[in-house]
């Protein structure tokens, strides 16, 4: 398995601008988190999803964010406009329920800059 | 609600060292128990794993051991090597409730110099 793929790996974009990550997750998993990591907040959970459904998204931290999850097997974050502050590596991760013994597999992430 | 303590960073260690990085935690259920590995550039990676009380999870010489009574999971290794260098994670998922996500502490820098 080819394990989570994000893309891009590198954004660079302009503030005001839409962003828009992607996750493939890996595949027969049914629960799909989405992280942002900075230096100053640390591993912060945005939202996640079950079976393609938004379970929480207590972390979203504006409405300027929103994700989406079309299908079992990809999902989008989008940032719309961007701020500088939203600067960050965002992960995607992904893991099996039933399995409550089981850890989640993280993609290697995108960074983010806003300029 | 569910909480993960790290011990602080960072942590700088001369390689062959031994290398302890405190965890405790606060869960209303039983959790299973993780510790996660970043290394620069990286996604982070599950290190190794215990689910319940007295497990002993170890993985590349690394170990920790779930400690039900005084709730820690520290995490262990006897010689560090320089590729070792990386932040470490200590995580928690409550196995009540229908919540499937890892609670995550803030994360210990290790540095190995050779």
């Known amino acids: 398995d080819a394990g989570v793929i994000q893309s891009p790996r590198h954004e660079v974009t302009e503030m005001g601008q839409e962003v828009t990550l992607r996750c493939k997750p890996i595949?027969?998993?049914?629960?799909l988190f989405w992280y942002r990591q900075t230096m100053m907040r640390g591993l912060e959970l945005l939202i996640y999803?079950?079976?393609?459904?938004?379970?929480?998204d207590s972390g979203m931290p504006e409405d300027r964010f929103s994700a989406k999850m079309p299908n079992a097997s990809f999902s989008t974050l989008k940032i719309q406009p961007s701020e500088p502050r939203d600067s960050a590596v965002y992960f995607c991760?992904?893991?099996?329920?039933?399995?409550?013994?089981?850890?989640?597999?993280f993609g290697q992430g995108t960074r983010l800059t806003v300029v | 609600g569910n909480s993960v303590t790290q011990m602080e960073g960072p942590v700088t260690l001369s390689e062959e060292a031994f290398l302890t990085i405190n965890c405790t935690y606060t869960?209303?259920?039983?959790?299973?128990l993780f510790w996660y590995v970043q290394y620069p550039g990286e996604g982070l990676q599950l290190l190794l794993k215990?689910?319940?009380?007295?497990d002993k999870g170890s993985n590349k010489g690394f170990e920790a051991t779930y400690r039900k009574e005084t709730t820690s999971f520290h995490l262990e290794k006897g010689s560090v090597q320089v590729s070792d260098s990386a932040v470490y994670f200590c995580?928690?998922?409550?196995?009540?409730?229908?919540?499937?996500?890892?609670?995550f502490g803030s994360g210990t820098q290790l540095t190995v110099l050779p």
């Open positions: 991760a992904s893991s099996l329920q039933g399995r409550g013994s089981s850890g989640a597999f």
């Open positions: 595949s027969g998993h049914d629960y």
């Open positions: 999803f079950n079976n393609n459904v938004p379970i929480d």
């Open positions: 869960a209303t259920g039983y959790p299973s």
């Open positions: 215990a689910t319940k009380a007295d």
């Open positions: 995580a928690l998922r409550d196995s009540s409730g229908s919540a499937r996500q890892l609670t």
